[in-house]
């Protein structure tokens, strides 16, 4: 016995209208995507900077971990040459059109990872460093940024030996420091 529900033929014009207008809207939908891309800059280098000399002041250290303004002033000029900008440092304020005070502000110690039979004797500490950073200009009447908060974090382990440990991580945070102020004053806010 035969079914009386049958699909009824379908015809070759419409096959081909439907393949017509599924090609229709995809090139429309390519065209439109390319379209609507071709103004988009990413990081076209046309906006620049309103200074191109800059003058660090004395870094602040108003924290107990030792030697960071040491370390930090040695690792900034070094990653404001590696960093892609036009910035030149300058050797007085006097010679710069802009000004950079920094002030190392906070800096905490979290314990992170300690032995179960032992709590007193933790093994990883999280270190957390925040500066304080402020932009002008030479002049102080342009103010780029004030008081901008900068704020690195890195894992400490100890072996046994904390003072160790500490000697030999506050390069590294203050590296990853001098990275993160470069990376603030030379964006284009």
């Known amino acids: 016995m035969k079914s009386s529900l049958t699909n009824p033929p379908e015809s070759a014009w419409s096959g081909n209208f439907l393949r017509v207008v599924r090609r229709f809207f995809a090139i429309a ?17 046309e906006e620049t900077l309103p200074f191109s000399s800059l003058y660090i002041e004395s870094i602040l250290n108003r924290t107990t971990l030792p030697q ?11 990653e404001f040459n590696r960093a892609p900008t036009s910035v030149s440092l300058a050797n007085s304020p006097e010679a710069a059109e802009a000004i950079l005070q920094i002030r190392i502000s906070d800096f905490r110690r979290l314990r992170k990872v300690a032995q179960e039979e032992d709590t007193g004797l933790t093994r990883k500490f999280e270190w957390v460093v925040r500066a304080n950073a402020t932009l002008q200009s030479q002049d102080g009447t342009q103010v780029f940024f004030a008081d901008r908060p900068i ?14 440990a500490e000697v030999a991580a506050t390069p590294l945070i203050t590296q990853e420091l001098a990275e993160a102020i470069v990376r603030e004053v030379t964006q284009v806010w």
Do not use: K, M, W
């Not at 939908?29 to 280098?45: D, K, T, W």
């Not at 704020?151 to 160790?164: A, N, P, Q, S, Y």
């Open 151 to 164: 704020t690195v974090r890195t894992d400490v382990f100890d072996e046994g030996d904390i003072l160790t």
């Open 29 to 45: 939908f390519i065209g439109l995507a390319l379209g609507g891309c071709q103004n988009y800059r990413l990081g076209s280098g």
């Open 68 to 78: 960071a303004e040491v370390h930090l002033t040695q690792q900034l000029p070094v």
